[in-house]
Each structure stands twice: as structure tokens, then as C-alpha cells.
């Protein structure tokens, strides 16, 4: 079952619209993808061509109209409430443009939040190694008021990894955020995927965030329509100047 190749997540001819009728939006059209196990995968794409719509379809956050979607051996569409609440909770971490962080809980309630949530215990080794990478030891106690925006999406980080989820999904997780404090969240997706053999995606608009990535997958229409292994910032942003959705599908 294990082994590197193996996906930690799947897409299988996935089709997605939102509305009815002449106001329906065709956000995914037939997107396959497998994202391999510990890999940094960075979703790119203009403006609504479907980014968010996918890693939420990904993530058991949203339904699809027809096609597959798996996290790991399970298929996340075949799930019910009960099964989609745990796959959530427990196998996939998310982390948002705007941090979502209780305000009323310190940095480490706001780490250990989901494991409170689901009765498990913290791994004490596995938290402090979190915390040592994102460099918040001396910040635990603070609430998120007192922290700069790097630093509260470092915990929001913290929190999606220290379940050690199957997948860490990150939604432009670095929009809010100076290049400086950017840097930081990136450096750390970087080695939680390199060192802990995390599995991350990341949607961003950023061509240097993006080449932090092993793989980026560009997205147009609801279709994939490119995709770069290694990725150089300069060769993302010139794969984004020849986007066009009705491409075929190119490897470079
Ligand atoms: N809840 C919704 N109801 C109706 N339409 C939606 C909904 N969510 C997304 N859409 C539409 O689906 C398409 C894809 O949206 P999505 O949010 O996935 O785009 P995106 O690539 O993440 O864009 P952005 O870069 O602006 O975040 C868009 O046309 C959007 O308007
Ligand atoms: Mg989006």
C-alpha cells in the first residue's frame, strides 16, 4: 500500500457547476489529477477557473456533480455525513487566506484545536517538532491580536499539520501576507513537505510562491490546461502569459 507513488490524493474526470439552468457555472470541467505522496503541488489559473472549487472538492468540503474523488484509499464522494466529518477533521489539514484562527484561544489551543475536537491525544514529539519548524515556541501563549500576520498563518499552519492529516490543502495561503512573512509560511510548507514527507497543495497567484512547489498545475475554465515539474518563477510566469483554456494539455 505504501510507497512514494502512490497518491495521496485523486481527481478522476470531476465535473462541478454551481446554479441552474441559463445562470449555471461550469466551475469544474472533467479535471483529472492524482497528487503524488509527499509531494508540494501549487495550483495556478486566472480569476474563478476553478482553483478553490477543486481543492475543496479534494478536501470533502464541497459535492461534485459526477466523476471521483479520493483521499488516499478512500473515495470521498461514496462518503456520508459521519465519514465526510472524520475525513475532514482527521485526514486533511486546511489552511485559508485569512488564517481563520479563534480569537478567544492562544496559539496552542488554536494548534491542538482539531485533535481536542476529535478526543485525540497531542503527540508531545510531534508538536514540538511543528512548533520548532514554524519557530512559534516563544509565541504559544499569545493570542492571535498579538501576533503579526506571518505568525498567525504559521499557526494556522501548525494546526493543519500537527494531525498529521493525509493531505494539507492551503488556499492562497500566503494573499494576506508581506513578502517577508510569505517567505516564512512558504519555508516552512517547503520542509514540512521535504523533511516530513507532507503532502501539501497550494493554490496562489504568485509565480514565486508557486516555485517553492515540485509540481505546478495550471488550471483555466474549469480544465486543466498546463503543468511544470521544478518550476522556476520565471517559467510559471511565462506558462501564465500563454494561458488559454482551449489548449491542449502540455508537460514540460
Ligand atoms: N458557491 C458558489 N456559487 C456559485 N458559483 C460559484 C460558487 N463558488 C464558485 N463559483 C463559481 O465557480 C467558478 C470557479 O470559482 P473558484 O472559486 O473555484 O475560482 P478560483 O480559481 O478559486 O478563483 P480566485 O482566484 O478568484 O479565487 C467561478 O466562476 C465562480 O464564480
Ligand atoms: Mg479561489
Not at 500500500?1 to 469544474?28: F, Q
Not at 492524482?34 to 478536501?59: N, V, W, Y
Not at 492529516?165 to 500566503?174: G, H, I, L, R, S
Not at 510566469?237 to 514540460?252: F, R
Request: proline share 3%; net charge negative; with cysteine.
Amino acid at each position: 500500500m505504501a510507497g512514494k507513488s502512490e497518491a495521496a490524493a485523486r481527481a478522476v474526470d470531476v465535473w462541478k457547476s454551481y446554479g441552474t439552468g441559463e445562470a449555471a457555472v461550469t466551475a469544474l470541467g472533467g479535471v483529472s489529477v492524482e497528487l503524488d505522496r509527499g509531494r508540494f503541488t501549487a495550483i495556478m489559473g486566472p480569476s474563478g477557473s476553478g482553483k478553490s472549487t477543486l481543492m475543496h472538492c479534494l478536501a470533502g468540503l464541497d459535492t461534485i456533480d459526477s466523476g471521483d474523488v479520493w483521499i488516499g484509499d478512500t473515495k470521498v464522494n461514496g462518503l456520508r455525513d459521519k465519514g465526510l466529518t472524520e475525513l475532514r477533521r482527521d485526514r486533511v489539514g486546511f489552511i485559508f487566506q485569512q488564517f481563520n484562527l479563534l480569537p478567544t484561544l492562544t496559539a496552542e489551543e488554536n494548534i491542538t484545536l482539531p485533535l481536542a475536537i476529535g478526543g485525540r491525544k497531542v503527540d508531545r514529539a510531534w508538536f514540538d517538532l511543528v512548533v520548532e519548524t514554524v519557530g512559534l515556541r516563544d509565541r504559544l501563549s499569545h493570542r492571535p491580536t498579538q501576533l503579526s500576520g506571518g505568525q498567525q498563518q504559521r499557526v494556522a499552519c501548525a494546526r493543519a499539520l500537527v494531525s498529521r492529516p493525509q493531505v494539507v490543502f492551503a488556499d492562497e495561503p500566503t494573499g494576506n501576507l508581506d513578502s517577508r512573512s510569505g517567505a516564512e509560511v512558504l519555508g516552512f510548507l517547503r520542509r514540512s513537505s521535504t523533511e516530513f514527507d507532507q503532502t501539501i497543495v497550494m493554490v496562489t497567484h504568485d509565480a514565486v510562491a508557486a516555485s517553492y512547489a515540485d509540481r505546478v498545475i495550471f488550471l483555466a475554465d474549469g480544465r486543466i490546461v498546463r503543468e511544470l515539474h521544478h518550476p522556476t518563477a520565471d517559467a510559471v510566469l511565462e506558462t501564465m502569459k500563454n494561458l488559454d483554456g482551449d489548449e491542449e494539455l502540455v508537460v514540460a
